[in-house]
Each structure stands twice: as structure tokens, then as C-alpha cells.
């Protein structure tokens, strides 16, 4: 069974960093595109970046861009997320997706087949 666990969430000021992890077990990642989505309270489920199996090609929502990095390492079977400048308006629980196979970065919810319990994000002003 493929489960993913994240970590690396906490309460931060705006301007600060965090960097997510998500450890993927029961598969071996490295033909599989993943993903981070986050959800507020409130709001839908929403993309944040993708990363292609390669890990060559990578994409981000318009909100995070310049400020957002996602990165995967096979070998640990793991993918990242380094957040820098933190905004309040980036508080949200962060779930990281994993689909089973596939040649380019997808981009919506349902493209993912497994995701993580979610880790929380909170941005104080």
C-alpha cells in the first residue's frame, strides 16, 4: 500500500522559511510525478507545484512563483518543497500527491492518486 507522510510544517512570521518534506512508502517514486496542493480554511483544495518524474521539469502556481522551489530525491523517495518569504496568506494544511506514472508535471487534484495526511502552515503577520 503507497502512503505518504509529510512533515516540516510550524508557525512562522511572515518573511520567514520552512521546508516541507514527504516521504512516500510501499512504491519507488522515480517514474512517478508528484505533487504539492494546500487547502485554507474555507477554500478548496488548490495546486502549489508539481515536479515531473525526471525532476527536470517543474511547475508552480502564479502565487508562489519566485518564492517556492519543489525538488525530489529518488534515492530517498522523497520530494521537498522549500518555502521562502513567507506570506500570511500562504497559512494553509499542505498535502503532498502522487500519481502513478506519467511524462509531464499534471496539475489538478484528480490527476493524483495517493496524498499525505497534510502538514499545517501557519503565517503570522
Known amino acids: 500500500q503507497v502512503q505518504l507522510v509529510e512533515s516540516g510544517g510550524g508557525l512562522v512570521q511572515a518573511g520567514d522559511s520552512l521546508r516541507l518534506s514527504c516521504v512516500v512508502s510501499?512504491?519507488?517514486?522515480?517514474?512517478?510525478?508528484l505533487a504539492w496542493f494546500r487547502q485554507a480554511p474555507g477554500k478548496v483544495r488548490e495546486f502549489v507545484a508539481g515536479i515531473k518524474w525526471s525532476g527536470d521539469s517543474t511547475a508552480y502556481a502564479d502565487s508562489v512563483k519566485g518564492r517556492f522551489t519543489i525538488s525530489r530525491d529518488n534515492a530517498k523517495n522523497t520530494v521537498f518543497l522549500q518555502m521562502n518569504s513567507l506570506k500570511p496568506e500562504d497559512t494553509a494544511v499542505y498535502y503532498c500527491?502522487?500519481?502513478?506514472?506519467?511524462?509531464?508535471?499534471?496539475?489538478?487534484?484528480?490527476?493524483?492518486?495517493?496524498w499525505g495526511q497534510g502538514t499545517q502552515v501557519t503565517v503570522s503577520s
Open positions: 500527491g502522487i500519481r502513478l506514472g506519467g511524462a509531464r508535471v499534471y496539475l489538478q487534484e484528480y490527476e493524483y492518486t495517493y
Open positions: 510501499g512504491r519507488t517514486i522515480r517514474i512517478d510525478p
